[in-house]
Every structure is written in C-alpha cells, then in structure tokens.
C-alpha cells in the first residue's frame, strides 16, 4: 500500500452505505450511524464518513465529527470531552492502518477545511513504523478483561477483596436488572450527582449528555442500561455499558453513597461481563485506566492517540490547555475513595 495513492472521499449522509460499514469485524458502537447522531446532538457537531481507495480501489472507511473550538475547525475521530473513547478507520485485516493517516489529514486540511485532528483508533499500532510527519503521538491507556476465557476463569483472576464484594453483594440480597430506557438517565445522573455535591462539586456534565446516548444508541441494541436494587426493591446503582462487534465498554457507573455497603458496583460490572460475554463479546475496555480496575483482573494497554495540526504552534498550545485543565481539576476536586467515585472513565470526562 503507496500512500500516495490513497484518495480520501467525503460521503454525503444520505448516501452513506450503513450496511456495508456496519459489517466490518472492526465495527465498535462508537462508529454507527446512532452514535454519531448522539456526537452531533451532544456537540452540536458535523459527522463525516469518508470512503478510503487504494489506487481507486475502496479498502475501507473513516467516520469523525467537525466541531468549532475558539474559532477552530477540529476534527475529532474523537475529540476529548466526547465520552468517546474510539473512532478512526473500518478496514480489512490486510490493510496497514498507519499508511492511511497521512491522507486523511491532508483530507481534513484540504476538502474539510479543518485546522486540527485527532485519531484515537483501537486498532491502529500502538508503535508507529515512521514518527508521524508534522504531528504528535500520545498514548492512550485503557484497561481490559478478555471474555475470552470461561466465566470461572474470569471470576478467579479477580482480586479476593473484589470477589467477597460480589459475593457479599448477592448474599445481601441485591439483584441486577436489565433496564429500561424511561427515566435511566434522570436515576444515573441523580446518584451522579451526589457523588460530586460530597465535595461540593457538580458532574462535569449536564444530564443531557446520558439522556441523548440513551435516547439515540438504546433502540440499537448496543447500549446495556443495568441498574442494582437492594433486597426491598431500592435503586442503589446505575451502569452504562456499550458494546459491538468484539469489544464492550464501561461507560459510566454511579450509585448511592448510603448503599455503597451492599457493594452494587462490584456486582453491577460482574453482570455486565457476563452479559456481553454470552452475546459474543470477546474483551472488555473498562474506559480509561485507574488502578482500582485492576481488582477486578483487567490488564492494562495502551492505543495510539494521534494529533495533527495545520499550524505547529497549535499542538503545544493544546497540550498547555490540557495540563492547565488537569491542574484545575485536581486543585478543585478532592480524590474520591473508589467506593465512592461515580466514573465515566477518563476519556468521557476530560
């Protein structure tokens, strides 16, 4: 594959092939057609699918969304701040990956009008074969569980204290349920909110944002609502977890402080496991890294995190922002004990 012979070209919404692109084995929820609707709603943004050709031959696809930061046309496959984690390329297995990066830039430069980009795509190497020409590589770090292994399996390479939290779980009576979309977002975002109001603080997002995901992604099958009640019938605990293809995501999770004892959250991720695992789930990406994941037996791994600029000075002024956001945040928010910590993972928040 000669990248110079890779034509990148736009495709009106309307004529997008949905079929076609949704039957590729590297499809995630974060590139159909009701996730972008929710990316367009959420950030008021301008979605792109682009067909990918090799010396006129098409060999795949690329989905994004425009929007306008401080004057700023910024095309995010995705963007920080989105709650979402991964977007880039649907190709074939033969098809090298990084080869497509530099047209696709110049495609966003040129036909699109844009003034930066940032890829994070999950199966693009995580070391590049050449540095990026005029760009930045960062390293996004999640954490997974391969659902690959039996449910015992699973089970067994938690830590003990995280499987006496489970079993103490069930033992107190709670249950698990499969929810329904009415009224899931105002439950989530009220224990999300208590969370934050502890330290007399607010989510760093409105209720909007849980309600237009469920509202565009629940009907499509990929977006499991889980909610935790105690043994009399209480809502102690809320989960939302995508998934498509191969791979499922946490994508946040909250509960009531007063119930924490009965340990929801540990069972709430237990069942999400297994239900994306008995409908083929092969991993399972815990959205973002932390170290208490790592109790319930995740590895930790890290993707490509791409950012290009058409103007150089723009790379270094986004990553000062970017430190100046986290020192803020760290200034104003005192760290949660995990117990205690309502998360969307860290690719949703910042």
């Given at each position: ?6 034509t ?9 092939p ?67 984690p ?42 590049l ?41 069930e ?30 603080r ?128 760290s ?12 998360s ?7």
């Amino acid at each position: 594959m000669n990248a110079a012979m890779i034509t990148v070209s736009r495709i009106p919404l309307n004529e997008v092939p949905w079929h076609a692109l949704d039957a590729y084995q590297d499809r995630s929820p974060f590139q159909t057609r009701a996730w972008l609707e929710y990316l367009t709603r959420s950030q008021r943004g301008e979605p792109v699918v682009a067909s990918i050709a090799d010396a006129g031959r098409p060999v795949g696809y690329f989905t994004g969304v425009i929007v306008r930061k401080m004057g700023l046309r910024i095309l995010g496959s995705p963007f920080r701040g989105w709650g979402t984690p991964y977007l880039g390329f649907n190709v074939a297995e033969s098809v090298e990956r990084h080869r497509l990066i530099e047209p696709l830039v110049e495609f966003a430069f040129r036909s699109l009008g844009c003034h930066f980009v940032e890829i994070v795509d999950r199966g693009m190497p995580c070391i590049l074969p050449k540095p990026l020409r005029g760009g930045a590589e960062r390293a996004f770090e999640t954490m997974e569980i391969d659902l690959r292994q039996s449910e015992d399996a699973i089970f067994a390479a938690m830590e003990s204290a995280c499987r006496r939290c489970i079993r103490k779980a069930e033992k107190s009576g709670v249950t698990i349920e499969e929810a329904r979309a009415e009224g899931f977002a105002e439950d989530y975002y009220a224990q999300l909110e208590e969370v934050f109001a502890k330290n007399g603080r607010s989510p760093p997002y409105g209720i909007d944002r849980p309600a237009k995901l469920i509202e565009c992604v629940h009907p499509t099958g990929d977006l499991l609502l889980l909610r935790a009640r105690s043994a009399n019938g209480d809502n102690i605990a809320t989960g939302i977890f995508p998934g498509r293809g191969s791979v499922a995501y946490f994508w946040g999770g909250a509960s009531w402080r007063q119930h924490q004892h009965l340990r929801p959250n540990e069972l709430l991720m237990w069942a999400a496991f297994r239900y994306w695992k008995a409908r083929g789930i092969t991993s399972f990406d815990m959205g973002g890294f932390a170290k208490y994941k790592q109790k319930f037996g995740a590895r930790r791994v890290s993707y490509q995190h791409l950012v290009h600029s058409r103007y150089g000075l723009l790379i270094p002024l986004r990553d000062a922002a970017q430190r100046a956001w986290h020192l803020r945040w760290s200034l104003r928010t005192p760290r949660l004990p995990v117990e205690t910590t309502a998360s969307q993972g860290r690719s949703a928040i910042l």
